[in-house]
C-alpha cells in the first residue's frame, strides 16, 4: 500500500482509478474507529458507478498509518485533521476541489474543511456530528465496556496497526469532560457548495438533529437523506440506498458544472 506525507505522519492510501478524466475527485474520509479496508468495496462501486477517480486513506493512529505516539488527542482533534492534515494531503497528491465523501468523524472533518473555505465542490455526509448528543456518549461508553470484555480489540486488529491505541484515542476524547461543549456549528455558515447528507434513524451516535442543524445553517443546496432500517453506518447497513444516493449527487454536480461551461463557451 503507498504512502505519503501529511502533518508531519506517514499515511496509508489507497487510489481508485477509473478513467475519470476532467470529473472532480472523490476523497473518502473514514468514521473513528475506521480505516481503508473498514469501507469495504463501496468507494470502489461508488467511483465506477460516477465515472470519478477516488482515493480512500487512513488518517493518522488508524489503519497502516503511522501508530499514534501521543498518549491521547486533543478535543481540537477533527479541527487539526481538517485544517491541517487533509490540506496538505491533497496538495502533495495535486487533489484540487474534490469531493468529500465523509462518514461520522470523517464527514465532520469534511464540513471544518468546507467551512474554513478550503475549495470542495461538494460534501457526501454520512452520520455527521456537529455537536455532542448523549446518545452519542452514552453508545461510546457501552463501546468501551464493549471493547474491554469481548473481541472487539481482536476484530479490530483485523485493519489497525495498534487496535488498543486506536480504539482509545477515539473513545477517550469523545469521553473527556470537556468535550460535551466541542461544537462546530460555526463552520456551517461558511459551507457553500452542494451537500448531500444522509443518517439512518437507528443511529446508535446520533438523532435527526445533526441533520437539522446543518440543513438550516449552511448556504449551499442541501438534500437530506433519512433511511429506515439503518443504524450509524448506511454504506454498510443500506449500502445500495446509499450509494445510489451518492451517485445521483455526483453527476448532479458534474452535470451542473458541463452546463455552466457549455454556457461560457456559448457567451465566448
Given at each position: 500500500m503507498p504512502t505519503l506525507a501529511a502533518a508531519g505522519h506517514t499515511l496509508a492510501y489507497e487510489w481508485i482509478e477509473v478513467g475519470g478524466e476532467g470529473r472532480p475527485v472523490l476523497v473518502f474520509l473514514h468514521?473513528?474507529?475506521?480505516?481503508?479496508?473498514?469501507?469495504?468495496?463501496?468507494?470502489?462501486?461508488?467511483?465506477?458507478?460516477?465515472?470519478?477517480?477516488?482515493?480512500?486513506?487512513?488518517?493518522?493512529?488508524?489503519?497502516?498509518?503511522?501508530?499514534?505516539?501521543?498518549?491521547?488527542?486533543?478535543?481540537?482533534?477533527?479541527?487539526?485533521?481538517?485544517?491541517?492534515?487533509?490540506?496538505?494531503?491533497?496538495?502533495?497528491?495535486?487533489?484540487?476541489?474534490?469531493?468529500?465523501?465523509?462518514?461520522?468523524?470523517?464527514?465532520?472533518?469534511?464540513?471544518?474543511?468546507?467551512?474554513?473555505?478550503?475549495?470542495?465542490?461538494?460534501?457526501?455526509?454520512?452520520?455527521?456530528?456537529?455537536?455532542?448528543?448523549?446518545?452519542?456518549?452514552?453508545?461510546?461508553?457501552?463501546?468501551?465496556?464493549?471493547?474491554?470484555?469481548?473481541?472487539?480489540?481482536?476484530?479490530?486488529?483485523?485493519?489497525?496497526?495498534?487496535?488498543?491505541?486506536?480504539?482509545?484515542?477515539?473513545?477517550?476524547?469523545?469521553?473527556?469532560?470537556?468535550?460535551?461543549?466541542?461544537?462546530?456549528?460555526?463552520?456551517?455558515?461558511?459551507?457553500?457548495?452542494?451537500?448531500?447528507?444522509?443518517?439512518?434513524?437507528?443511529?446508535?451516535?446520533?438523532?435527526?438533529?445533526?441533520?437539522?442543524?446543518?440543513?438550516?445553517?449552511?448556504?449551499?443546496?442541501?438534500?437530506?437523506?433519512?433511511?429506515?432500517?439503518?443504524?450509524?453506518?448506511?454504506?454498510?447497513?443500506?449500502?445500495?440506498?446509499?450509494?445510489?444516493?451518492?451517485?445521483?449527487?455526483?453527476?448532479?454536480?458534474?452535470?451542473?458544472?458541463?452546463?455552466?461551461?457549455?454556457?461560457?463557451?456559448?457567451?465566448?
Amino acid at each position: 500500500m503507498p504512502t505519503l506525507a501529511a502533518a508531519g505522519h506517514t499515511l496509508a492510501y489507497e487510489w481508485i482509478e477509473v478513467g475519470g478524466e476532467g470529473r472532480p475527485v472523490l476523497v473518502f474520509l473514514h468514521e473513528g474507529l475506521g480505516s481503508i479496508r473498514q469501507w469495504r468495496d463501496f468507494p470502489e462501486r461508488v467511483a465506477r458507478a460516477s465515472g470519478c477517480n477516488a482515493l480512500v486513506y487512513d488518517r493518522y493512529g488508524y489503519g497502516q498509518s503511522d501508530v499514534l505516539v501521543e498518549a491521547r488527542r486533543s478535543i481540537r482533534f477533527m479541527h487539526e485533521e481538517a485544517l491541517e492534515a487533509l490540506p496538505q494531503l491533497l496538495a502533495t497528491l495535486e487533489i484540487d476541489a474534490p469531493i468529500l465523501v465523509g462518514h461520522s468523524d470523517g464527514a465532520s472533518i469534511a464540513l471544518i474543511h468546507a467551512g474554513a473555505g478550503h475549495p470542495v465542490r461538494g460534501l457526501a455526509l454520512m452520520a455527521p456530528h456537529v455537536f455532542v448528543e448523549p446518545i452519542c456518549t452514552e453508545s461510546i461508553v457501552e463501546a468501551r465496556q464493549q471493547f474491554e470484555t469481548t473481541d472487539l480489540a481482536q476484530r479490530l486488529g483485523r485493519y489497525h496497526r495498534d487496535p488498543r491505541k486506536t480504539f482509545y484515542l477515539w473513545a477517550d476524547v469523545w469521553l473527556d469532560p470537556e468535550f460535551p461543549g466541542w461544537n462546530i456549528e460555526e463552520y456551517l455558515p461558511g459551507v457553500d457548495c452542494p451537500l448531500l447528507v444522509i443518517q439512518g434513524y437507528d443511529d446508535q451516535y446520533g438523532t435527526m438533529a445533526q441533520l437539522d442543524a446543518i440543513e438550516r445553517q449552511v448556504r449551499g443546496p442541501c438534500e437530506l437523506v433519512k433511511l429506515e432500517a439503518c443504524g450509524h453506518s448506511p454504506f454498510r447497513d443500506q449500502a445500495s440506498a446509499a450509494q445510489d444516493a451518492i451517485v445521483r449527487f455526483v453527476n448532479a454536480i458534474c452535470g451542473a458544472s458541463a452546463q455552466a461551461r457549455r454556457r461560457r463557451s456559448d457567451a465566448a
